[in-house]
């Protein structure tokens, strides 16, 4: 199916939809409501159009240099599977690299690229962490992400101060206790930051 019949499939859903929670899908407010769903629901869900070996693009580059590279606080946005509502916050990538880094654009396009996808937190946080286990094979990767779900504060429990932090450890971030506790310390694990 091409993506000018997936636009119209779900134009036609978008307009039953409202048709279905009691509006009138004709007023005036709602007239183009299902185009503008149909290209919000493109770009929120870009992510499964994109491969994270074309994402890279030959931004690996030899280095000799074994010290731990942190980029903090990169904001991200993605969709929860279970109610196809947001959730968001800030994604902390690190890696200690093993005679290869990558641009550091690249981290923060990895965090996009999975999050702009239906996800929970948990897969998320473990599929950044292994393609860049596997781009770089580096000593050890680690993800932490930090997010504000709406299922949980606009619905069921309405939590509105409770941040869900999820974390992938791989090689030496796994293995060695120092190396973990140096990160937690550089990304200031335990304090709320988010907002």
């Given at each position: 199916?091409?993506?000018?019949?997936?636009?119209?499939?779900m134009?036609?859903?978008?307009?039953?939809?409202?048709?279905?929670?009691?509006?009138?899908?004709?007023?005036?407010?709602?007239?183009?409501?299902?185009?503008?769903?149909?290209?919000?629901?493109?770009?929120?869900?870009?992510?499964?159009?994109?491969?994270?070996?074309?994402?890279?693009?030959?931004?690996?580059?030899?280095?000799?240099?074994?010290?731990?590279?942190?980029?903090?606080?990169?904001?991200?946005f993605?969709?929860?599977?279970?109610?196809?509502l947001?959730?968001?916050?800030?994604?902390?990538?690190?890696?200690?690299?093993?005679?290869?880094?990558?641009?550091?654009?690249?981290?923060a396009?990895?965090?996009?690229?999975?999050?702009?996808?239906?996800?929970?937190?948990?897969?998320l946080?473990?599929?950044?962490?292994?393609?860049?286990?596997?781009?770089?094979?580096?000593?050890?990767?680690?993800?932490v992400?930090?997010?504000e779900?709406?299922?949980?504060?606009?619905?069921g429990?309405?939590?509105?101060?409770?941040?869900?932090?999820?974390?992938c450890?791989?090689?030496?971030?796994?293995?060695?206790?120092?190396?973990?506790?140096?990160?937690?310390?550089?990304?200031?694990?335990?304090?709320?930051?988010?907002?």
């Amino acid at each position: 199916m091409g993506a000018g019949q997936v636009r119209d499939t779900m134009e036609k859903l978008i307009y039953q939809l409202l048709k279905d929670i009691g509006e009138d899908p004709e007023r005036e407010g709602l007239k183009r409501t299902p185009e503008r769903v149909a290209k919000a629901w493109e770009f929120l869900t870009r992510g499964y159009r994109q491969d994270p070996k074309a994402l890279v693009n030959g931004a690996i580059f030899e280095e000799d240099t074994s010290e731990m590279v942190l980029l903090r606080d990169i904001d991200f946005f993605s969709m929860c599977e279970h109610h196809l509502l947001p959730f968001f916050g800030k994604a902390q990538v690190a890696y200690i690299p093993d005679g290869k880094i990558i641009g550091l654009s690249k981290l923060a396009r990895l965090v996009d690229m999975f999050a702009r996808r239906l996800q929970v937190q948990e897969r998320l946080t473990r599929e950044i962490a292994e393609t860049l286990d596997g781009e770089l094979s580096p000593a050890g990767v680690a993800v932490v992400m930090e997010a504000e779900h709406m299922c949980m504060q606009m619905r069921g429990v309405e939590k509105q101060n409770s941040i869900a932090v999820t974390s992938c450890m791989l090689g030496v971030f796994r293995d060695n206790p120092a190396t973990r506790s140096e990160l937690l310390t550089l990304i200031g694990h335990g304090q709320r930051r988010m907002f």
